[in-house]
């Protein structure tokens, strides 16, 4: 639940006590079992396996029935008792209000253009022709590149339209100066989702090159090649691609903030990568002439040079046709979305696709998100929503800040600005405090609208470079059901969408709604202290603010949470990278544990404890964090994730933190030895 943008770092090992001590707040407020049922306090009874041993797998205790019972829709990779059943409330929203504005416009402004964008990306996945003008007028642009200078003016043109062969450049706070908008320079070009999908010699990576290699041919004859043209171009450009992954850093290089920024000059930049034509491509991103950038990745740009002087030209023309029909098809007539999907479909097992409206919903938020955001807002996040979300997130706030003395670990000066840091996090709330406008106004092509839509947003951010950072800027539409913390600004966002039951739900026990969405609050907060996160200050400046004993020793800790993450083994044979996903592990049990201490703190005091179906308020706490990540994945997603994505899977994200927590072991009366109550636990924040 955050940017994938650039930090993260180490770990090593920790034996918790049997004894450790438990952050709690005491408090003498006695239980009392009213009658009240676990529906009424906000949790599902009927999502629980009573038959589980809690001190064994917490997860399957939670969440076995609902497992059992779920079946995952067709048109779905995976399914999430919180994300997507919030997901399928939100988009019937969202589709009310798209309809509406395309059949009944009316005088506004934004409602015409949300109906005119909605109504035409409607007609226009409906078309059953596999031509398209404005995908012709693409191609035939390529197609007349003569050398390799006028095909550098196609490069440029189509990473203005945000479609992105070779690298992906933006916008983004400077890490020495996290006033100012520094243009970075990334790897990318790939049409595989990770850069090991094209170098492991596993039999499903083998299969999956094979299904994509065939699946180039297909789109290539879609768009007009001869079948023996279409095979030799699909093989050029794999060859490139694997080319451009060998030269790509792993995901775990990725997480190291430090590795990642590499300031530059132009001239030295340009001096390092002579042969790609940089300026060109700056030229069109509106980018040209920077005092300074950031290059991510230096001997891949520097592979680029070589990829460019080295290939011959039809070679770079296939691979820019190739780029261009797998970012467009999607939004093609049915014979491209079709193809487009079966290569989907082999990546997550996912056996249909997705209904179109539910598409085209998805790419009106992402070209005109804060127009059709301000109606569901209005509909769906009233003021005192609001006002409890910033209870709970200064409460949280505050336990983080009260826990630092406890650490024996931090010295006395780090603890002091991390106080600080903590105290200057701002957090965003429900929806920005000025809403984006839109000046473009879309016509009566889909693909043109799209393309329109992507390089305004596209202008709008490179505009920014050389600017003050605009720390109000959203990097999700307030529908969405996410949240994350930008380190650069050192602020937590939580959109409207994901304050919604079962995370937040007005009418839910305070423990349960703690244990859901505080625990998200916690997590973020979490994530200005993990591994990368921790690298940055208060202000959002990527420097050394830690005394160098306790950095040792707070990479020590790491150490333990990746050595334990290692250890769970996904599917068979199929282990977490603890590496990997590092950083979101230590934000999961910083969550817990301080949202854990935030309920108790609302509660201390409370005329009486409530009771439901026997469970008390702690353990109706645990039960709401287990179940708002009852899960369901594909075999192929769930392989996926864990290859590639920073996030453990469900049932590591409640057992993994859970079982290092001594108040979850208290709550639930487990032994040490348990399962759940390892002899050497982890502990972090």
Sequence with gaps: MRRNLAFLLVISLLALPAQAKVMRIEDRTPSRDTGTTLQQVGLDGSAMDNSVDPCVDFYQFACGSWNKTTQIPADEASWYRSFDEIQKRNEAELKTILESAAKEPGDDPLRQRLGQFYGRCMAGLAE????????????????????????????????????????????????????????????????LPDRDDYLRDDEASKKLRQTYAQHMERMLLLSGFAAPQAKEAAAQVFALETTLAKASKTRVERREPKALYNPMTEKEFFAQSPAFPWQTVFAALGASDQAKLSVTAPAFAQELSAVWLQRPLPELKHYLRWHVLRKLAPQLGKPWQQEAFALEHAITGQPEIKAPWRRCLDTTDQVLGEILAQPYVARNFPPQAQSEAERMVRTIAQ???????????????????????????????????????????????????????????????????????????????????????????????????ILQPPFFNAKANLPVNLGAIGMVIGHELTHGFDDEGSQFDALGNFRQWWQPATRTAFEAKTACVAQQYDGYEVQKGLHLNGQLTLGENIADLGGVKLAFAAYRKLRLGAAQRIVAEGFNEDQQFFLAHAQAWCGAMRPEAERQQVQTNPHSTARFRVNGPLADLPEFAAAFQCKVGSPMVPVHACSVW
């Design 128 to 191: 059953t022709s596999k031509d398209s003008a404005g995908l012709r007028e693409i191609l035939a642009k390529i197609d007349a590149a003569a050398d390799k200078k006028a095909l550098a003016e196609v490069l440029g043109e189509l990473q203005s339209k945000d479609i992105h062969p070779f690298f992906v450049a933006s916008a983004d706070p400077d890490f020495a100066d996290a006033t100012r908008v520094l243009l970075w320079v990334d790897q990318g070009g790939l049409g």
């Design 399 to 497: 336990a983080f800040v009260g826990n630092l003395e406890s650490l024996t670990w931090m010295d006395a000066e780090t603890k002091k600005k991390a106080a600080q840091k903590a105290e200057q996090m701002a957090y965003l709330i429900g929806r920005p405090k000025a809403w984006r406008t839109y000046a473009w106004v879309p016509g009566p092509d889909h693909l043109r609208n799209l393309l329109q839509g992507l390089q305004t947003e596209v202008s709008r951010q490179f505009k920014r470079l050389g600017k003050p950072v605009d720390r109000e800027q959203w990097l999700m539409t307030p529908p969405t059901v996410n949240a994350y913390y930008d380190p650069s600004k050192n602020h937590m966002v939580f959109p409207a969408g």
